[in-house]
């Protein structure tokens, strides 16, 4: 007799542990296999972004990962003559975070896994490797192996985050669409950071590339270009590290070097995210060169956007049409993304000198441009998630005469919606999402938003772990507090950001999911019209609306 969970996920690295967390504050049964005895406990990726930060904030544990980061990490791109190129050094804080911080991921990892000690409904299972999958119409059925023999585990749904050579996904026979680089990376890290300077620099030099970054509790990373011909075996072949590192610190040999690992740089992406009850997440599902430091980042936005969804359907709250729309908005900004991280590595890894000798003018071109460079510093060029499809409902420009002709008002649907800090209704400087609640919200500018919401819709919201917002003006938060209906939550937007926000859109009401991706947008008068669109985009079933 096979043991039973609502979802079954494979391999406990930072995408399943992200997951598990957001099914574990869902409520969901869930368990997670992973192979291997414990935690992998070397670095891999050494960049978290501002909307991973936020997903650590929506889990609950964005205080225990924070010492482990260095914030608004800047980066140096130069040349072969440590001539600066370009400096990357977003300040701005559009969701809440900095935008760019260096992290150490195994101790992020071992915070999402004690994190998942608040949940009784959610195991981890190291040491339990998955053999085989059998399928019926009732869920999916893994077969395990573990020290004491072999067992089943039932899940109405597997997800796989079972990294780059994942077993799901050759299960499935999915095709692993892209390329492998011919160079190879040779990362050393190094304890007691002999240099200390806090930011990162990638080294554009024709003869070998390089990057070297600072990282929290005094360690410094090292990354260096491998050539065809040069073996795997001479990252332990000490003249040979020494010889590379000589350029860059006084005396090689005194270094505390902590590890030595060498990397394959892969761009794919996986034909499918969904067969059926299986997804994949992650580097499963995707995987790219480092140098854009969006890898990880990209595993927890899947995360975000496939826990709410999963969690509906497994709960009866929306029907299992809802989990196509994963693939669907996901893939697209993955494929971006590994386009980013290709262009940025061809950028820093190049070897030919008539190239790099242009790159190296355009970068001067760039320095003399105002706009160009400052959208270079601030990480302009980052593809932000933007999704046209899925769980989103069209914003028409509205043709009312009491507004002004803004016909090039920017549309927020699909996209994140920023997280300033506001006072909360105790008084309190919060952020906007701790203020609010982190599931589905109706926000709604200057107006109580019961006196435009059924109360067939609020109740329906309420049942998906949903909040009514009422956003105001600081000055006015005790007024609007006393004068808000039941269940109708108050905001003061103390820094004006909300009101400039608005300000910019011919919309005063937007509807928000629980990854903060924008639903949908309307004036005041048409919200309950367009929340039920939200609902029926959302595939919330009509039994549970009808409850």
């Not at 046209?388 to 996209?415: F, I, N």
Request: with cysteine; aromatic share 6%.
């Amino acid at each position: 007799m096979s043991d039973r969970k609502d979802v079954i996920i494979i391999g406990a690295g930072p995408v399943g542990l992200t997951l598990a967390n957001l099914l574990g504050q869902f409520g969901v049964s869930t368990v997670v296999l992973e192979g291997r005895e414990e935690l992998i406990d070397y670095p891999r990726a050494v960049g978290i972004d501002d909307e991973a930060l936020r997903t650590m904030q929506t889990i609950g544990l964005v205080e225990k990962v924070l010492p482990h980061t260095v914030p608004d990490q800047k980066i140096r791109v130069v040349n072969g003559d440590r001539k600066i190129l370009a400096e990357i050094n977003p300040t701005t804080r559009e969701f809440g975070w900095p935008r760019r911080n260096g992290f150490i991921q195994p101790l992020v990892d071992k915070a999402l896994l004690e994190g998942l000690a608040r949940y009784p409904h959610v195991e981890v299972r190291f040491g339990s490797q998955v053999s085989a999958f059998a399928s019926d119409s009732d869920g999916v059925t893994a077969t395990v192996s573990t020290a004491s023999g072999e067992e089943q585990i039932t899940g109405r749904y597997v997800v796989g985050c079972d990294g780059g050579r994942s077993l799901t996904r050759q299960h499935l026979g999915l095709a692993f669409e892209g390329e492998t680089r011919p160079t190879r990376g040779l990362v050393i890290d190094v304890a007691n950071d002999p240099i200390g300077t806090p930011h990162a620099v990638f080294g554009g030099d024709p003869k070998r590339g390089y990057a070297t970054l600072s990282l929290p509790h005094g360690i410094r990373r090292w990354e260096f270009t491998l050539f065809e011909g040069e073996s795997e075996e001479l990252a332990e072949d000490d003249a040979f590290v020494f010889d590379l590192l000589a350029p860059h610190v006084p005396d090689p040999a005194g270094l505390n070097i902590i590890r030595r690992r060498v990397y394959a740089h892969h761009a794919r992406v996986a034909e499918k995210f969904r067969v059926g009850r299986f997804l994949l997440a992650g580097d499963a599902a995707h995987v790219m060169p480092v140098v854009a430091g969006q890898g990880w980042n990209s595993g927890i936005r899947d995360a975000l956007n496939l826990g709410w969804k999963l969690a509906a359907v497994v709960q009866g709250k929306a029907s299992d049409k809802l989990l196509d729309s994963y693939e669907g908005e996901r893939r697209e900004h993955v494929k971006a993304m590994v386009a980013l991280s290709l262009n940025m590595a061809n950028l820093v890894t190049d070897h030919n000198r008539l190239r790099t000798a242009v790159r190296d003018m355009a970068a001067a071109v760039v320095d003399k441009m105002p706009k160009a460079r400052a959208r270079l510093n601030s990480q302009g060029y980052k593809p932000m998630p933007k999704y046209e499809h899925g769980v989103v409902v069209p914003s028409e420009l509205p043709t009312w005469k009491a507004l002004p002709d803004r016909g090039d008002a920017p549309r927020a649907v699909g996209t994140l919606f920023p997280q300033p800090t506001v006072r909360n209704e105790e008084g309190r400087s919060v952020l906007l999402d701790d203020a609010t609640g982190q599931g589905w919200r109706v926000i709604v500018w200057n107006n109580d938003p019961r006196a435009f919401v059924s109360e067939a819709e609020a109740q329906t919201l309420a049942g998906l772990g949903g909040t009514l917002v009422h956003a105001v003006p600081a000055t006015q938060l005790t007024w609007a507090k006393a004068a808000a209906a039941p269940g109708v939550r108050v905001v003061g937007d103390e820094s004006g950001v909300l009101k400039a926000w608005f300000d910019e859109r011919p919309f005063s009401a937007i509807v928000v999911r629980p990854d903060h991706v924008v639903a949908a947008e309307c004036i005041a008068q048409e919200l309950n019209d367009v929340l039920k669109k939200v609902f029926s985009v959302a595939d919330v079933t009509l039994a549970y609306q009808n409850a």
